[in-house]
């Protein structure tokens, strides 16, 4: 790890080879605030640049569309250049898929249920 590790209401977010990594805290309904929280950690991290994300959703309850849309705003796509989205619980999936159809962002999305694949294709935005 290159950074610590900062633990949000909803999320633990760091940097990592690279790239940054958020994941879902276990069971957690994610609310607006806590996307604009991980926006602004993830601003941080990047420190003025533009950096893939690893965002691993797995373990998330629940998303609203605000806190979705968040990830769309032109804050968020000042410092991410590529996404890769983990995830694999049914909820997670349903997230993932209403992320993709409704609330689609100005950078590269792929989602994935694989990590290792999930990095891979995040090397090419490094």
Do not use: C, H
Request: charged share 30%.
């Amino acid at each position: 790890m290159e950074e610590k590790v900062i633990e949000l209401k909803s999320s633990y977010i760091w940097l990592e080879d690279g790239i940054i990594r958020v994941l879902a805290k276990k069971n957690v309904d994610q609310e607006e605030d806590d996307a604009k929280e991980s926006i602004d950690a993830i601003i941080k991290l990047a420190a003025g640049k533009k950096v893939p994300v690893l965002l691993d959703i797995s373990t998330l309850q629940s998303s609203t569309e605000e806190a979705r849309k968040q990830f769309q705003s032109k804050k968020a796509f000042s410092s991410i250049n590529g996404m890769a989205m983990l995830l694999n619980s049914p909820s997670s999936r349903l997230i993932g898929t209403l992320f993709l159809n409704l609330n689609l962002p100005n950078y590269p999305l792929k989602i994935f249920t694989s990590e290792r694949k999930a990095v891979e294709w995040l090397q090419d935005y490094l």
